[in-house]
Each structure stands twice: as structure tokens, then as C-alpha cells.
Nanobody, 119 residues
């Protein structure tokens, strides 16, 4: 199983960015039954949960991003997305995708994608 994030880059404060996470080597049923999440790790800080979606579609967001970030998925394409709006400079971080497979009992992480929000 491999997760590859994309969509990072430099964006001005107040702007938007859409991150994508592509899962390969995972059959559809396993992907569909997995929980998906996005984490952010700012320089010198611990990795923190930003958004999560259960296999049933329930979502959770960190308080700081509620109303601005949206997590979504495309099971057929085995992709997870994070739409980020009204970005703030303090949200500059490496964003990681995580898939928690209930079938395999494993957590899978991508290598991360850098998002830089300029003021």
C-alpha cells in the first residue's frame, strides 16, 4: 500500500488549496471500509489531526479549521481530498494523509505535501 499526496504549494493568505491523496495497492473494499484523515505538521511542532472521515462518512474537524476545510473521498478512485479555504499563515505545514485500515489493522501514511501560506 502506498499513499501519495499532491496539491501543496505556495498560496497567499485568504486563498484556497485542494490536497489530494492517492492510495495504490489497496483494493476497493479495503479502502471503502477504512477511516481517512489529514494531519498537519508545522515546523518545530508535533503532527496534529486536521480532519477525519470515518468509513461511514462521519467527519471530524479541528476547531481551528471548522467551516473552512472539507475532507472528502472518492472510493472508486481511491482518493482522499482536503479542500482548504481562507488559509492563514499559521497553517503553513506539511500535510499528511493517513488511512486506517480496519481490514488490515494498519495505519498507512503518505510522505506529505508542503503547504506554505504567505502573508
Amino acid at each position: 500500500v502506498q499513499l501519495v499526496e499532491s496539491g501543496g504549494g505556495v498560496v497567499q493568505a485568504g486563498g484556497s488549496q485542494r490536497l489530494s491523496c492517492a492510495a495504490s495497492g489497496m483494493i476497493l473494499s479495503v479502502f471503502s471500509s477504512s477511516d481517512k484523515a489529514w494531519y498537519a505538521q508545522a515546523p518545530g511542532k508535533q503532527r496534529e489531526l486536521v480532519a477525519q472521515m470515518t468509513s461511514e462518512g462521519a467527519t471530524f474537524y479541528a476547531d481551528s479549521v471548522k467551516g473552512r476545510f472539507t475532507i472528502s473521498k472518492d472510493n472508486t478512485r481511491r482518493r482522499v481530498f482536503l479542500q482548504m479555504n481562507s488559509l492563514k499563515p499559521e497553517e503553513t505545514a506539511v500535510y499528511f494523509c493517513k488511512i486506517k485500515s480496519k481490514s488490515y489493522g494498519n495505519d498507512y501514511w503518505g510522505q506529505g505535501t508542503q503547504v506554505t501560506v504567505s502573508s
